[in-house]
């Protein structure tokens, strides 16, 4: 029953990240994106990361892709136009990507042995209490600094994005 | 019994009584605003126009169903399925009562409980977002995509006060599964006032809850805040080009999320299913007591009826209200519909003061409702989150 | 049709996360609307998130959700200001390939 949720979750993500790449108006492009997302939530669940996946939904796919989505409407983006320039670069990049997905995944394989699978229920530590714990305590500094961080990013997105009063 | 099976006839049960509540609460919407209005409202269809939602069924579906040729047609047919669907499902977290045994099954009056139950519903309800803007977006119509994106953005602004708003009593009750929460608030103090999360020390909720409600409105797109959907100033904002059964889903899609936030308020603020004095002073037989005064009434009625066809359904209404006055006190469905009856009186009364503000006050503008929402609910909701935290620090 | 295994391998989410990845660089390499680019940013960057709970749950420890949690912060806090600094490109330039945008070349 895992390996069918992986199976079809893992294929809905996939999917949507090739209609992502593939799609010529942008916001197709936004809205594969939170179908990968939403995705990705669920794998995230299957992986015993209930918090993770709980904030997956809430600051990626409901806060920050929203804002991309407002984005494309404000700017009334249309459709990309068809590139200019000459295809043999377009061609040579296919297969190096795909090298470099061998590559990865060579690694991936050799180095991590198949004695483990993964179950609903073999990683009981990814709470909101156990999160917390660890937040507040061993990683109490980067969340005081990413706090600032965020502090920093509202007020730089305000004073680029407003009106000039003249 | 199969947990599948069980799981299933739960989920069929859920979504017939949601459905049945969706209709009729638009009738009672009409009825209580008519009153207000010292008018009497629907009486045509059926007694007292009990019909009416059959009837508003009937028309909606046999309405031309319109595909205007300007319109961006994926997203226009996307708009109406992703806000429903969001809307519907966060009923899945709501527990309706504690559990409960039929004979050899025993199980929870929820359809499932799962650990981070409240950030769950946080999540669908900035999902929801989605369905407004691509609805005001595909429409592709100047007043439709300001409605939308106005309404967007409203729904964002105020996801932020009722989210710290929510954390307040959270602190208070340490667990965010929504069956942990409502048994956190049982037991009485004194014997008789009940340990709801507004009258719980270290500090009562009370703001929490003001807080919460206004940011509900809000998030509903409810008057005082419905100014994205007005009718006489946005045309119809961003359901415009919205015909028949697409128009009915962004409506029930409204009412769907007026009653998951009302819900959620009970159960974090009015202790869910937590009868208001225990039951050791007898409020088991309250429900009771309510059906039995309301029979009694509609048949004394009955017999000085104040129009003529009331001389049929007022002995009628009668002679049901008291079977469900026996049903509380049967021996098998009592324990199921005493608590269901507590809940759903509560959630009746945050619907209620939903249906008396509409009936009351008038909208506010947009730049006025953006600068409440950044000026004044965001500075007093992070204000009540610290006090809370600083007395529940203290007395720990 | 070879069966299907009892539990779903490790290295499957992983290999997941590459596919992901590399999808990402994919649209960040070919694509040329801005907005696009940003998109296949944040698709690498949920990619990363992905490995980094897949390695928790091998590790068994919790580092790995703080971990993805800090990078989703970070993420949110370079969307905001990535898509003004594009909204005040789109002021100055009326458009949106970034092709256009090159007027430091040559």
């Known amino acids: 029953m895992d390996v069918i949720l992986f199976l079809i979750f893992a294929a809905i993500a996939v999917i949507c990240a090739v209609n992502l790449v593939v799609q010529t108006h942008p916001i197709s492009s936004a809205l594969s994106l939170v179908g990968v997302m939403g995705a990705l939530a669920a794998l995230y669940l299957l992986l015993g990361g209930e918090f993770i996946a709980a904030a997956q939904l809430v600051v990626y796919a409901g806060a920050i892709m929203v804002l991309f989505v407002f984005v494309i409407m404000l700017l009334n983006a249309g459709r990309e136009q068809k590139s200019k320039k000459r295809s043999w670069v377009k061609f040579a990049g296919i297969p190096l990507l795909l090298v470099l997905l061998g590559l990865i995944s060579f690694l991936v394989q050799s180095v991590i042995p198949e004695t483990e699978g993964v179950t609903l229920g073999g990683f009981t530590h990814g709470t909101a209490l156990d999160i917390g714990r660890a937040l507040f305590t061993t990683y109490l500094l980067p969340f005081e600094v990413t706090s600032i961080l965020i502090l920093i990013a509202i007020l730089g997105a305000i004073v680029l994005a407003r009106k000039e009063i003249d | ?396 | 049709m070879p069966p299907l295994p009892q539990s779903v391998p490790i290295a499957w989410y992983l290999t997941l996360s590459a596919i992901l990845f590399v999808l990402g660089v994919a649209g960040f390499l070919y694509r040329r609307n801005i907005i696009t680019v940003f998109m296949s940013i944040e698709l690498m960057l949920n990619a990363v998130n992905l490995s980094f709970i897949t390695f928790s749950y091998k590790l068994k420890q919790v580092d790995g959700h703080l971990f993805s949690f800090f990078v989703m912060v970070v993420a949110a806090a370079e969307a905001a200001v990535g898509l003004a600094i594009i909204l005040t490109v789109f002021k100055n330039r009326q458009t949106l390939e970034i092709d256009e945008v090159s007027s430091l070349k040559n």
């Not at chain 2, 409202?41 to 009990?50: A, F, S």
């Not at chain 2, 059906?291 to 009625?301: E, S, W």
């Open chain 2, 1 to 396: 019994m199969n947990f599948l099976i069980l799981s299933l006839i739960k989920a069929a049960i859920v979504a017939f009584v949601l459905m049945t509540t969706l209709a009729y609460l638009q009738w009672i919407e009409r009825k209580v605003i008519a009153h207000i209005q010292l008018r009497v409202g629907p009486r045509r269809v059926g007694p007292h126009g009990l019909l009416q939602p059959l009837a508003d069924v009937i028309k909606l579906l046999t309405k031309e169903d319109m595909l205007p040729s300007h319109v961006n047609k994926v997203f226009y047919f996307l708009a109406p399925f992703v806000a429903v669907t969001f809307a519907l499902i966060a009923i899945a977290v709501i527990p309706f009562g504690p559990e409960i045994t039929i004979g050899p099954v025993h199980t929870y009056m929820q359809l499932t409980d799962i650990n981070i139950g409240v950030l769950f519903i946080l999540g669908l309800s900035g999902m929801g977002v989605y369905g407004v803007a691509l609805a005001g977006w595909a429409s592709n119509n100047k007043y439709s995509l300001m409605g939308g994106l106005r309404s967007s953005a409203q729904m964002i602004s105020y996801e932020l006060p009722m989210a710290l708003a929510i954390a307040a009593p959270l602190l208070m009750l340490n667990t965010l599964s929504f069956r942990e929460l409502v048994n956190g608030q049982a037991g009485y103090y004194l014997g008789f006032i009940p340990r709801w999360a507004i009258f719980q020390g270290p500090f009562p909720q009370i703001f929490s809850f003001l807080l919460f409600l206004i940011a509900a409105f809000a998030e509903t797109n409810r008057i005082p805040f419905d100014l994205p959907e007005a009718e006489n100033e946005l045309v119809a904002g961003f359901h415009t080009e919205y015909s028949s059964m697409k128009f009915a889903a962004f409506f029930m899609a409204e009412y769907a999320n007026m009653v998951t936030v009302s819900c959620v308020g009970t159960l974090l603020f009015l202790g869910g299913w937590q009868p208001i004095f225990p039951a050791a002073l007898g409020s088991n037989f309250v429900p009771s007591l309510v059906f039995v005064i309301g029979g009694l009434i509609c048949l004394y009625h009955g017999f000085h009826p104040a129009r003529p066809f009331d001389r049929i359904t007022l002995p009628i209404a009668g002679v049901v209200f008291l079977g469900i006055a026996a049903a509380f006190v049967a021996p098998v469905l009592g324990p199921i519909l005493v608590p269901l009856f507590w809940f759903a009186s509560k959630v009746g009364v945050i619907l209620f003061l939903y249906i008396w503000v509409r009936g009351t006050l008038p909208r506010f503008r947009y730049d006025q409702l953006m600068r409440f929402a950044w000026t004044f609910m965001f500075p007093v909701a992070v204000a009540n989150l610290m006090i809370t935290g600083l007395l529940v620090a203290l007395t720990a």
